[in-house]
């Protein structure tokens, strides 16, 4: 981890993205998947830092979403909602850096990663979490002349209860619905931007996907700001999987 002139960016993501094939965990369903838990009952905080999820202390499903093997299934259907979140809060005055690996099939919805204020636990839809910041990946295909069409967007959207304000957004080469997608995020609180960086690799490339203009304390405020994954499908059935999650730094429960 290295700070650069107010970024502090994840230059060695610890243990999770090393070349080798092993490193690529697999979303096979355990004998029994774990539903969510109580709504009430907070899960136990441990630091963010998930090669995979063998292990899914500190996280909170809502929705769809379960514990599947060594993924966290968000999705696995038509028309459904599921997301995962971390018992650990963020200061959204402080830069942060987050990378994950996520993985879609037959190319419905999409998957959303979400800073937002509130509780530790929040099942309602992610457009009624409001403040909140997301780097939606929509993952879909259009027919052209018969052939299906790589028709994938990303977008970082600011909502508010004023409503929602696309701050960058891009349709990159990368096919998102094509296997593991590996996801960087930097957030410079001092140059007020964030940078986005995908590829479905694990080298993080040189240049960012988006760049937008950000004050996550303005959008946010001054409580702490909980990090999660929102995922959707419509009537095409689809599911999508959250491989590994690192990010740094969180602060612990306020």
């Not at 295909?141 to 959207?157: H, I, K, Q, S």
């Not at 007020?192 to 993080?204: C, N």
């Amino acid at each position: 981890m290295t700070a650069i002139a107010g970024w502090l960016i994840v230059t060695e993501l610890p243990g999770w993205l090393e070349r080798d094939g092993q490193a690529q965990p697999v979303a096979t369903p355990s004998a029994e998947p774990t539903v969510p838990a109580d709504p009430d009952a907070l899960p136990e905080v441990r630091p963010i830092d998930y090669r995979t999820f063998a292990d899914p202390t500190g996280l909170a499903f809502t929705g769809a979403a379960l514990h599947s093997g060594a993924a966290i299934q968000l999705t696995d259907g038509a028309n459904q909602a599921g997301g995962v979140w971390s018992a650990n809060s963020l200061d959204p005055a402080r830069p942060f850096s987050t990378a994950f690996r996520f993985t879609s099939t037959e190319r419905s919805g999409q998957v959303s990663f979400v800073l937002r204020t509130g509780g530790i636990v929040d099942d309602r839809p992610v457009e009624r979490l409001v403040p909140r910041l997301t780097i939606d990946f929509v993952i879909s295909a259009t027919r052209d002349g018969g052939t299906d069409r790589n028709a994938n967007t990303v977008l970082v959207t600011s909502a508010t209860s004023s409503g929602s304000r696309t701050l960058g957004t891009t349709q990159p080469a990368l096919d998102l619905g094509g296997g593991p997608i590996t996801v960087w995020v930097d957030y410079s609180a001092k140059q007020q931007k964030i940078r986005v960086y995908a590829s479905a690799g694990t080298a993080k490339p040189a240049d960012p996907i988006i760049t937008a203009p950000l004050k996550l304390n303005a959008l946010l405020g001054t409580n702490p700001a909980y990090a999660g994954f929102a995922a959707s499908t419509r009537e095409v059935a689809g599911g999508h999987d959250l491989l590994a999650w690192h990010l740094s730094p969180p602060t612990g429960r306020p």
